[in-house]
């Protein structure tokens, strides 16, 4: 089997936003589909992993697109394990279309955890150390890893939002998708109409669930460049729990 | 060509709640998406109709299901015309596995606009009244057909939420399926754990935008019944006007 998964989608309608492009939301979300099914054809996915109470946890996610697919249009999600060691593996993504003209690239880096403690778990405890078999460490990947998204007090308090049953996944916490809307929510249509995405960065910290208030306090830290805290309030000790962070980079357009 | 489009799909990982079962508001994205490749395969599609100055309106949707496929179970959304009118047509959906076990089915009725005018037009003047050609009456679909949704003044306001840049389609509008997702996350986790969405129903009256806020007021109309209606403030007059209109019928389950 080719160390490389291949995945073709097709943008539909309702993922697609204003401008007849995929929301960036959806595209992680098959990004995320793809590293499912490219490990569980070859043998680490989250179906096997369950019965031996491991479970993938995503870390971080770095996506960088020169363009979005539109509408109905056909891409192919690359992705394959760049590295791996004790605790974390680096995944890799590459977006592109039939004829291999390439829409970006994505970069993700998973941990491993024992489902039961929620304790980070040794990848090569699985299988002998079979993730080694898998790794391609020669396929480029131009763009830049998740770095720590750094960020002062003058971060501001632009929005709070409740989370409710439909951000909610399988595991009981927010989905990972979800946290990627609402933070693109954050800004509006008119600016979108004259911005497109350059680059999204996240890096989960803490679980949320159900009922729990998301505040967002957002940074400024260059031109078309911001920085999202999503923050908790702790149930039990009341305190602000770090969520994730994120980092947007936009790009000026002139929609033509 | 078969009247009667089939298209599999499969319950996405993070298109199933914390059951495991897909979402309702996912389930109604592929229905849309089916009903979209049907009509597109048969010349009466939306990118023809784009063409052409038309478009097809979803007036009112009901699903009705004694099971939700579960995650990465593969499933099939068949969809046919059942009847056409002038201003209206029929169109219907039956969801099953591959071995024909039936999950559900749905019910749908489309409007076709004119794009510049926003009004009705006459579906029978497309291509000689071709949409004959493709109806099936006799097939099943064994569920009711949406109704009008009574209300009284005893509705209570149980919710008002914001419209953000995700909520927001191709059209400029807020996404059909967004509407589903925001009334089915009126009931929490707690809630879903004791009981199934055994009918959905919604009716769409007007359109809402980027921007708009609103206002979900709800009413238990029978045990497990409730009905909700979503308004919208007039941004011109500032009336309240109603948006759609909802009523869910839940079965209580027990988890085991």
Redesign the interface.
């Known amino acids: 089997m080719d160390k490389i998964g291949k995945y073709e989608f097709m943008a539909?309608?309702?993922h697609?936003?204003?401008?007849?492009h995929m929301?960036l939301?959806h595209l992680g979300?098959q990004m995320?589909?793809a590293a499912?099914f490219h490990s569980t054809d070859r043998g680490f996915g989250?179906?096997y992993l369950m019965n031996i109470k491991r479970s993938w946890v995503l870390s971080r996610l770095a996506i960088e697109m020169m363009e979005m697919p539109s509408?109905?249009e056909r891409y192919i999600v690359e992705t394959w394990v760049e590295s791996a060691m004790k605790f974390f593996t680096q995944r890799n993504f590459c977006v592109l279309d039939n004829e291999g003209q390439v829409y970006g690239y994505g970069r993700s880096v998973w941990a491993m955890i024992d489902t039961e403690t929620r304790q980070p778990t040794d990848i090569y405890s699985i299988d002998n150390g079979a993730i080694d078999k898998w790794i391609v460490a020669d396929k480029p990947c131009p763009i830049e890893k998740g770095g720590r998204v750094k960020m002062t007090d003058k971060a501001q308090l632009v929005r709070t939002i409740e989370l409710?049953?439909?951000d909610?996944?399988?595991n009981?916490h927010v989905?990972?998708?979800k946290y990627i809307?609402h933070v693109?929510?954050l800004?509006?249509?008119a600016w979108?109409r004259t911005h497109r995405i350059k680059r999204f960065e996240i890096a989960y910290v803490a679980e949320a669930h159900?009922?729990d208030k998301l505040c967002f306090y957002m940074e400024q830290t260059a031109e078309n460049e911001y920085c999202v805290r999503l923050v908790k309030t702790d149930r039990q000790s009341q305190a602000e729990v770090e969520v994730c962070r994120s980092k947007v980079s936009f790009e000026a357009i002139s929609l033509t």
Do not use: A, R, T
Request: glycine residues 10%.
């Open positions: 539909e309608p309702f697609c936003d204003f401008s007849g929301f939301g979300n995320l589909n499912d989250m179906k509408q109905y409710y049953y439909n909610i996944d399988i009981g989905n990972s998708v809307e693109l929510d800004w509006n249509i979108y159900q009922g």
